[in-house]
């Protein structure tokens, strides 16, 4: 049937390509190892041709990417503060 995606394997869920357009970052934050990320975003299904793999797609332009990249870097700063000296990766 077109439309729908065979599981690549039987335990994983049938994938739903969209795309999915960034329109504004408004905040992020850490919570429990997982960093979450508020958008406003405009999201699409798109259609999946026979010779194409399930996959979505994000887009954004370059400045939000930049953001995105400072934001992370901000982030990932703040939970290597958390870990004890001994347990973060590579530094002394």
Known sequence: MQGDNPPTHPWRPRLKPYDIEVQRLKSM?????????????????RPLRDDQAPNSSLRLPVEHARTLLILLKQQIAELDKLQPRSRRSGRC
């Open 29 to 45: 934050r850490h919570d429990k190892g997982m960093i979450e990320i508020s958008v406003d975003a405009l999201v699409s299904t």
